[in-house]
C-alpha cells in the first residue's frame, strides 16, 4: 500500500514563500496522478493543484494559478507544491493524494492520502 507523507508547512507572513513536499514510499509512484488538497477550520476540503503521472501536464485551483507550482520528481518518490505569494486565505492543514485515472477535482476521487501539513500565513 502506497504511503505519502506531507512536510514542509509552517507559519510564515503574508507575501511569503513555502514549498510543500509529499514522499511516497511503498508502491509505484509513477504510476499515479497526485493532487494537493488544503482544508481550513470550518470548511470542506478543496483542489489546490494536480500533476500527471509524469509530470508534463498540471492543472490548479483558480485563486492559486501564477503563485502555486506543482511538480515530481519519479526518479525520489517525491512531488512538491511550491507556494508563493502566499495570502491569509491559503491558511489550511494541506494534503497530498493519489489516484488511477485522470485528473479529478474531487477529493473522494483519490485513493491515498497523507496526514496533512499545516500552513497558517499571517497578515
Known amino acids: 500500500q502506497l504511503q505519502l507523507v506531507e512536510s514542509g508547512g509552517g507559519l510564515v507572513q503574508a507575501g511569503g514563500s513555502l514549498r510543500l513536499s509529499c514522499a511516497a514510499s511503498g508502491g509505484t509512484f509513477s504510476s499515479y496522478v497526485v493532487g494537493w488538497f488544503r482544508q481550513a477550520p470550518g470548511k470542506e476540503r478543496e483542489f489546490v493543484a494536480a500533476?500527471?503521472?509524469?509530470?508534463?501536464?498540471?492543472g490548479y485551483f483558480d485563486s492559486v494559478k501564477g503563485r502555486f507550482t506543482i511538480s515530481r520528481d519519479n526518479a525520489n518518490n517525491t512531488v512538491y507544491l511550491q507556494m508563493n505569494n502566499l495570502k491569509p486565505e491559503d491558511t489550511a492543514v494541506y494534503y497530498c493524494?493519489?489516484?488511477?485515472?485522470?485528473?479529478?477535482?474531487?477529493?473522494?476521487?483519490?485513493?491515498?492520502w497523507g496526514q496533512g501539513t499545516q500552513v497558517t500565513v499571517s497578515s
Open positions: 493524494a493519489v489516484r488511477n485515472g485522470w485528473f479529478s477535482r474531487t477529493p473522494s476521487a483519490y485513493k491515498y
Open positions: 500533476v500527471s503521472r509524469n509530470g508534463d501536464m498540471t
